[in-house]
């Protein structure tokens, strides 16, 4: 019953998504305010139906009812409970109904939070949301239906894939979808605005909020997930420029130069066409990640050609909506008025700096994610693009960005003081020359572009730090004076200041893992002792236990600093029956921002292991940053300004139509 | 400036950017690339010992051995052409005798392949996806390399 119920609850969904489709959009034309206003009953209602299907899945998997073909291939009646319900999204049927259900809860939330939205553009911006979800509602029920059922139903399922039971499944792919799916709502306010033919810095003000949280979302999303491989994975690496991960740094790189070209359009009126370009942009590469992750076309071009009815369907989505979008813009962008006319050298032309980088380095990622496919399917030529490629296309576009990023935000609005600036920002450039001298000086010359790249750092964190101390008067002014600026400064000044420091942050920790990691493989009998830095890793025996779904074998080693115990650490290998799969849990014991890392490799008879150990200096702040450039962007959410559904625009309505009372 | 002298410095700017990076994605594309090929297009390919690529195909029974300080040997087969491989280092989870594999590295004079990198990627039918359409386009494929899929499983209704 359960699985019948969540199948009819998303046919409901599609059916009102439908008329979600069209009435607003009629309701516009013959200026009708009750028709209009359609889209909002049914957005909520639409978000009520997915959530009912959602959560008839998850009580499937939950009760492990195997009649369920979703429930029988992903699930296993001994999995933890938590597995049970992150099994849900593991899997490609019920990924994709997170999906939707993200989608649905977006448009909830305009529908809810936008009542001080312009009827007019609510109910555009609401009839394009559920453009897209009709697409995906049809996808899944016609192709990827998870509520299918086996007539035969058998006793036990196939256990999902034992790499995915980890707590990272219940936050990476939950978080990496309110990202993606996130910047549906800027493409659908960018596709209003062309359908309207009108444009503002109201409009920018709207738009900012709603990707700024996906922002948000992705950017803990990514971070999250890199550092779930980092441990999962085995061998200590945090990125690999695989096509999946590519995936979602696309819409990340597009959607921050989304962020702050929205800025410029909100204050000052100018790179409007840009901005919708940019908001089309990023939903579409959130649409690609889509298509590369769920067509099956990156594990196997195999399936893609044997099953095709998924990745031909979900191609023609991104054919429609990308093509559709683009075509459209091509043809009503001209009807955007331009605004705000500003120097090169100015606020505007920073972030415009900002903006070229960016999107310039995202278009490399994309040539070195698609280039491989597009050669494999013109030539049959099969060729492998990794992490040189990258580091030869995407860091060198990147550092001037680094470089350029501290300037920024101590520029003017319209004519900037390129000369000013850098003398404010001298402090800054003398720590990063001192860091280089001293890391230079520390390393005994060793590689010449890591104390080069961390000084770059320094330069970034120190260059956001001195904007908040100019704009408070630090030491020019009495400390209380400071003080109470400090605390009139906006929050998303303060965001600003967080985000890129973050970004500084993050670089210090890529440069020392990947310059100073201390790798040490080796096979080790009992009470063998291996030296990685000032630490000593000693192998003290092995032990076997039975988990849940799983045999685990843990090995046991002591770590020593200095001759003092400072702890132990147990790497494990488990292997899982159902699937005759096994995995490597790796061993990680953080020191300050750094990490010693031991994963298991094969056991040998005679009771000695072989075993990867890996001493990372600072490697956490790799993540570290991105949290805090996601810190920065919940501070600019909070903003006043920017708060979501924030009462009162600049200029009241123009749409010149009453609202209703409700 | 002008309106028109500084849109024209932008646009100069915004082709100056766009030339560097297409500068740095043909030069990435020459340099750092990596071709994939099988046991058996070896001899025809003519690829000279030093050159990188990627190495597919199915780990030849039987031919594992394992050395001092994980030094391992194995032959790398596509039902053709067997070509050995050596490696130092821990081997991946799913390595197994008999299933595919990747290796990244080169040839030396001697026909040997030295693998810096050995990958047991796959989906769940253990199976690089590069290793099998090669296997198949070559008639070496098995029926029980993959499990059977969803959609052919008996007893299914819709």
């Given at each position: ?64 009812d ?35 259900f ?22 555009h ?6 453009w ?10 016609l ?8 007539a ?86 945090w ?18 130069a989304?962020?702050?070209s929205?800025?410029v ?10 901005t ?44 429609v ?27 505007e ?32 030529e ?37 000369i ?16 280089i ?20 750092a ?21 400390l ?36 100073w ?18 630490y ?42 159902t ?20 994963s ?44 979501v ?18 | ?51 990188k ?85 070559e ?20």
């Amino acid at each position: 019953m359960i699985a019948e119920g969540g199948h009819y609850a998303l046919v409901l969904a599609l059916g009102l998504a439908l008329i979600q489709s069209f009435v607003p959009l009629i309701g516009a034309r013959v200026n009708d305010p009750a028709l209009m206003n359609v889209s909002r009953s049914t957005a909520i209602a639409q978000f009520a139906f997915v959530l009912l299907s959602f959560f008839a899945l998850v009580s499937l998997h939950v009760m492990s009812d195997f009649s369920v073909v979703n429930v029988y291939e992903n699930s296993h009646s001994l999995k933890p409970l938590i597995y049970k319900i992150t099994g849900v999204w593991g899997n490609h049927e019920g990924s994709m109904l997170l999906w939707v259900f993200i989608l649905a809860l977006f448009g909830a939330l305009v529908a809810i939070f936008g009542v001080n939205l312009p009827l007019s553009l609510r109910a555009h911006v609401l009839a394009v949301q559920a453009w897209i979800a009709t697409a995906f509602y049809l996808f899944i029920l016609l192709t990827s239906n998870p509520f299918l059922r086996i007539a035969n139903p058998p006793i036990e399922g196939r256990d999902l894939n034992p790499i995915l039971q980890d707590p990272g499944l219940a936050v990476h792919p939950p978080m990496l979808y309110l990202g993606y799916v996130g910047f549906s709502i800027s493409f659908s306010f960018a596709i209003a605005a062309l359908i309207e033919g009108r444009i503002d810095a109201a409009w920018a003000r709207w738009v900012r909020p709603w990707t700024l949280m996906a922002w948000i979302f992705l950017t803990l999303g990514i971070a999250m997930g890199s550092y779930w491989a980092y441990y999962e994975l085995g061998w200590g690496g945090w990125w690999f420029w695989d096509p999946v991960e590519n995936a979602s740094l696309m819409p990340w790189l597009a959607g921050t130069a989304l962020l702050h070209s929205a800025v410029v359009m909100e204050k000052r009126e100018a790179l409007k066409i840009w901005t919708v370009l940019l908001a089309i942009l990023t939903f579409s590469l959130s649409l690609l990640g889509t298509f590369l992750v769920r067509s099956g076309v990156l594990t196997s071009v195999h399936a893609f050609a044997t099953d095709p009815r998924r990745g031909v369907f979900i191609l023609m989505i991104l054919c429609v909506f990308i093509g559709g979008s683009l075509s459209f813009y091509a043809w009503r962008a001209a009807s955007l008025k331009q605004g705000g006319l500003f120097a090169p050298i100015s606020r505007e032309g920073a972030l415009v700096l900002n903006n070229l980088l960016l999107t310039t380095a995202c278009a490399t990622v994309f040539v070195g994610t698609l280039y491989p496919l597009a050669l494999e399917v013109l030539t049959g030529e099969k060729i492998s693009v990794g992490a040189p490629f990258f580091n030869l296309t995407f860091a060198p576009l990147f550092l001037p960005l680094l470089l350029a990023v501290p300037f920024g935000p101590l520029l003017a609005w319209k004519r900037g003081d390129l000369i000013g600036a850098a003398q404010r920002l001298m402090t800054a450039g003398i720590a990063a020359l001192a860091t280089i001298a001293i890391v230079w000086a520390w390393e005994k010359g060793g590689s010449a572009l890591a104390p080069l790249a961390i000084g770059l750092a320094v330069f970034v964190i120190i260059g956001s730090a001195v904007d908040i101390a100019e704009r408070i008067k630090l030491f020019r002014a009495p400390l209380g004076t400071s003080w109470d600026r400090a605390r009139g400064l906006p929050r998303s000044t303060w965001g600003t200041a967080f985000a890129h420091a973050g970004l500084g942050i993050a670089l210090i920790g890529v440069v020392c893992e990947s310059t100073w990691n201390i790798e040490h493989i080796a096979t080790m009998r009992l009470n063998d002792t291996a030296q990685l830095g000032s630490y000593s890793v000693t192998f003290d025996g092995m032990k076997s236990q039975q988990g849940p779904n799983y045999r685990e074998d843990i090995a046991t080693f002591a770590i020593r600093q200095g001759g003092v115990q400072v702890g132990t650490m147990t790497p494990s290998k488990r292997s899982f029956t159902t699937r005759g799969m096994s995995t490597t849990e790796a061993a990680l014991m953080t020191r300050g921002a750094s990490q010693l890392y031991i994963s298991l490799g094969a056991a040998e008879p005679n009771g000695s292991i072989t075993a990867r150990i890996y001493y990372k200096p600072l490697v956490l702040l790799i993540w570290f940053g991105p949290v805090l450039m996601a810190f920065g962007g919940a501070l600019s959410l909070s903003d006043r300004r920017l708060r979501v559904g924030a009462p009162k625009p600049a200029r009241p309505k123009l749409s010149g139509v009453a609202q209703p009372a409700e | 400036m002008t309106r028109k002298q500084r849109r024209l410095t932008m646009i100069a700017g915004a082709l100056a950017v766009l030339a560097v990076a297409a500068a740095l994605v043909l030069n990435a594309m020459r340099s750092s690339i990596m071709f994939f090929t099988t046991p058996g297009k070896i001899a025809e390919q003519h690829i000279a010992p030093g050159t990188k690529f990627r190495l597919g195909g199915l780990v030849e029974k039987g031919s594992l051995v394992r050395g001092d300080q994980l030094k391992v040997n194995f032959e790398v087969t596509d039902g053709n052409a067997k070509v050995p491989v050596a490696y130092q280092g821990i081997l991946p989870d799913l390595f197994r005798e008999g299933q595919g594999v990747i290796s990244e590295g080169a040839l030396d004079t001697s026909g040997v392949f030295h693998a810096d990198t050995v990958l047991a990627k796959h989906d769940e039918t253990y199976m690089p996806k590069a290793v099998a359409d090669e296997l198949k386009k070559e008639g070496h494929w098995k029926d029980d390399y993959g499990k059977t899929s969803a959609a052919d499983a008996p007893g299914m209704v819709r």
